[in-house]
């Protein structure tokens, strides 16, 4: 049977990973977080001690590199990268930033496609990202653009953080927002933006109740599930 996918897109913080996830519980779909999978490679360079926006160097790091998705008996995808579970270290806050870069290169986004399709065509899934609706998955059966203010975003990635017990400054977060959607947006290849057939859902002002209401709704007005 022709597998359903749901591509959610948007820029970081606007809750895709935590709305996705639920989502995919709620659907009885498998989830799958692109971001974890470009985190994986801005992990490698930095361990590598390779400039993440230097594209000659981090190409010529890829071949040598083995980046695997699995899902664990938690039902959650882990990341290896060369064999090594790396799911908790690439959640880093400086990870962000290194996996934003080498987002940008073309050779990375060539070398980490096909994963991100075979995952489609093996399951029914709920995949967030930033090219999903536009790249990935050009024929989802829905596709949802995820945004909220950059202030509302940097303020649930500073709760966040914190909760994780890492150090966090709400205005360094915030300017961090800015400057990752400023840099995901104007990128040459694949760079955020909504795909012409994507629902806008914004999610200002509504919590994680109301975010989920708003996108099952969404999904439920376009796929019988
Ligand atoms: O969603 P995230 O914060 O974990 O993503 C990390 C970086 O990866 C983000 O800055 C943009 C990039 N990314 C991308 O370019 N395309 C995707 N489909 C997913 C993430």
Redesign the pocket.
Known sequence: MKKRSIAI?GP??AG??TLAKRLAQELGFVYV???????TV?LAARRRGVDPADGEAVAAMLPRLSVDMGYGEDGLQHMYLDGEDVTQA?RENEI??C??K???LPAV?DFLLEM?RSAAREHDVIM?????GTV?LPHADVKIYLTAKAEARAERRYKELLERGQRADLEQVLREVVE?DR??ES?ET?P?RRAEDAALADTTGLDLEGSFRLLLGIIRERLDV
């Not at 977080?33 to 985190?39: E, F, K, L, N, P």
């Not at 967030?128 to 999903?132: E, F, L, M």
């Open positions: 897109d970081s913080g895709k990973s977080d692109t971001g974890a999978i470009y985190r801005g690439i962000s930033a996996a934003s080498a987002a940008a986004r991100q967030d990202g930033r090219d999903i990935v990752r840099r995901d990128r694949a955020l």
